[in-house]
């Protein structure tokens, strides 16, 4: 074993995938997870794979656990909760393990503030993943898309791995903005019931992509909100990249990102699950700064609509036409 002693608080797709590269790079990792996780891994351990045919197996079941005890004594600890748990996580961190060095690897701009106020001894980093995994088993988690890991500045230890980098950052604000300006896309996914290569092969949904995107970067540039690059272009030109005809798309894409068949947004994962979803740190985080601002955001506030639909429908994804989500 090499490095801190690390403890993944929540370890679904992210934190398994993440934590699971980790431990078999020879870190010392602990997970705290559900019970169906724990029976899962104790049955096969973690199996992990990517988009570009790497596979990864962590035969080590004892330590992924249920109990909070998992955080204790933990150097470091990968927050991987969904945005609706972080102040009942940032709790059990309190409790367990108030001095380590926290990370969040969330989605949203507002999870390393509530970790903050809840653990003011603690170094609490945001993180932001870009790429995307799905379960793909009980314990395989499929990494469906490139891209490495980008962490707020300061003294951290080497994590990165054979196939998975981890880069400092000094404008980690701007580039969770960025980021949540391509989660706006999480509704569309789940809303679709596709997988995100076959909706991106599509220009009406691009077209839907965009316009939503479109709002969103008006309502930054009102409240003085820059957002940084998270992939290749500046996020004022994704919306003209998505509404370009298929094949140009389609070239320029192929510069952008790697994805496979695999990937779907995790909000189509929680609507499969019959769980509650990540809308409010998403959409909900646009429309507010719109009402603070005076301005409206139409078809974000329509999406956030239709995914508390789906929500209390509890039946997955409702499978909607672009048509159907724009009425
Ligand atoms: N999946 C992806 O491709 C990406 C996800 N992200 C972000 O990463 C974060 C995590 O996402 P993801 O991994 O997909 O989410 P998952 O839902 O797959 O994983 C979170 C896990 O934590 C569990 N959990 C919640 N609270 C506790 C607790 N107190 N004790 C033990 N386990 C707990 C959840 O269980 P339960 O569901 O039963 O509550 C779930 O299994 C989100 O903010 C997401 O937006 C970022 C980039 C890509
Ligand atoms: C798919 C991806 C990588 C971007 O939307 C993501 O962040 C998610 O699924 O939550």
């Not at 602990?30 to 990517?50: E, H, K």
């Not at 798309?249 to 189509?268: C, E, G, P, V």
């Amino acid at each position: 074993m090499t490095g801190p002693r690390i403890a993944v608080a929540g370890a679904g797709s992210i934190g398994c995938y993440v934590g699971g590269l980790l431990a078999s790079a020879g870190h010392d990792v602990r997970f705290l997870a559900r019970p169906r996780v724990v029976t899962a891994c104790a049955q096969a351990g973690l199996s992990l794979t990517d988009y570009a045919g790497h596979a990864e197996h962590v035969a080590a079941p004892c330590m992924v656990e249920t109990s909070a005890d998992a955080l204790t004594g933990a150097d470091m600890i990968l927050v991987c909760v969904k945005s609706g748990d972080t102040g009942a996580m940032a709790a059990e961190i309190a409790a367990h393990a108030p001095e380590a060095q926290v990370i969040s690897l969330q989605n949203g701009v507002e999870n390393a503030g509530l970790l903050r106020a809840a653990l003011p001894a603690a170094d609490i980093r945001a993180a932001m993943v870009p790429f995307n995994v799905v379960a793909e088993g009980p314990a395989h988690y499929h990494r469906a898309t490139s891209g490495e890991i980008l962490v707020e500045a300061g003294p951290l230890p080497d994590m990165s791995t054979p196939t998975l980098t981890w880069r400092q950052v000094n404008n980690i604000e701007a580039v969770q903005w960025g980021k949540l300006l391509i989660n706006l896309g999480n509704a569309i996914n789940a809303l679709s019931d596709l997988p995100l290569l076959t909706q991106l092969q599509s220009r009406a949904w691009r077209r839907l992509m965009a316009d939503q995107m479109a709002e969103a970067l008006r309502i930054l540039a009102v409240a003085g909100i820059s957002p940084a690059k998270t992939t290749a272009v500046p996020p004022k030109l994704i919306p003209h990249i998505l509404r370009l005809p298929t094949p140009v798309f389609r070239r320029i894409a192929a510069q952008m990102l790697t994805i496979d068949a695999h990937a779907r947004s995790s909000m189509w994962e929680d609507l499969k699950r019959g769980r509650r979803t990540e809308i409010d740190a998403l959409q909900g985080t646009i429309i507010a700064l719109a009402d603070r601002h005076g301005r409206q955001a139409p078809l974000n506030a329509r999406m956030r609509h239709l995914i508390r639909e789906a929500e209390v429908a509890g039946e997955g994804s409702p499978g909607l036409k672009p048509d159907q989500i724009r009425r």
